[in-house]
């Protein structure tokens, strides 16, 4: 006895005849899948100290919530969707108040952390850093961490993360604060209510 296939009832909203062709699926030969791979180069772009401190500012003056950060990201438009300073990387400046603690949380991207102002610590797994001005620390993807600001100013943080190459790749990933998962794909954003 062969069975018979069930017919896939169609989801509400969802068209579920056979797609023929697609407008965007292209055909190339390697003459022309080659050149298609170089992109147009990325020009050089320079952020200054005295545009991005007032905008910190009045990011210091935001509530935190859950484990959101008060970050200015900084984005070279050359870059397109990718939105980095270059095609795969993110820059940003983190700004975190006097005696405010950044709850545990992580993400799949690496972060590099470089002070740029006031003192503290964070804790990356089973390390505690004590950190101030000057001073540079890494993340692991996925590596629990914290950060707390122990000083009597804001304290300034560098923060460069591969976060555009894991977009574009649609696997970015953040677990903020521990418990609430927030995934690209599937177009959750981490801070949002």
């Known amino acids: 006895m062969t069975s018979v296939p069930k017919k896939a009832l169609p989801i509400e ?5 056979p797609t023929e062709r697609t407008d965007w699926a292209q055909m190339m030969t390697d003459d022309e899948y080659y050149p298609f791979l170089v992109k147009k180069n990325i020009r050089p772009a320079i952020w200054r100290w005295a ?18 950060r008060r970050f200015l ?22 700004i975190i108040n006097p005696g405010e603690h950044i709850v545990p949380h992580r993400h799949n991207s690496y972060a590099l952390y470089h002070i740029i102002q006031g003192e503290g610590y964070s804790i990356v797994g089973d390390h505690r850093f004590d950190w101030s001005r000057g001073d540079t620390f ?11 600001n122990t000083g009597t100013e ?12 894991r977009a574009m790749e649609r696997n970015l990933m953040w677990e903020e604060p521990i418990g609430k998962m927030f995934h690209m794909v599937e177009g959750n954003l981490p801070h949002s209510d």
């Open 51 to 68: 545009d991005a401190r007032p905008k910190l500012e009045e990011l210091a003056k935001d509530k935190l919530r859950r484990a959101d």
């Open 154 to 165: 804001p304290a300034i943080q560098y923060v460069i993360q591969d976060m555009p190459a």
């Open 138 to 148: 890494a993340c692991s993807p996925w590596a629990l961490h914290e950060h707390v």
């Open 13 to 17: 909203g969802h068209d579920r005849r």
């Open 73 to 94: 990201s900084l984005v070279n438009a050359d870059t397109g969707e990718a939105g980095g300073v270059l095609p795969s990387l993110f820059l940003g400046l983190q």
